[in-house]
């Protein structure tokens, strides 16, 4: 039996969530970093709203 198993290893999300913290330590992911993305994340999935007028900015 076949079993092909797509997607991250355990040691592959361990080497991941590391480099997050190394980057989060060293100051290159920053909390306004962090609220730019989500801003664009929701503008990407929520475009439609954005051509009705809505304000999608988070905290002001």
Not at 6 to 15: A, E, H, K, P, T
Not at 20 to 34: E, G, K, R
Not at 40 to 50: D, H, Q, S, T
């Amino acid at each position: 039996m076949a079993y092909n198993r797509r997607g991250i290893s355990f040691l592959g999300l361990i080497y991941i969530l590391i480099g997050i913290y190394v980057a989060w330590v060293h100051d290159y992911i920053t909390p306004s970093l962090l609220k730019k993305v989500a801003q664009a994340l929701i503008a990407v999935f929520l475009w439609f709203l954005i051509l009705l007028g809505v304000d999608l900015h988070i905290g002001g």
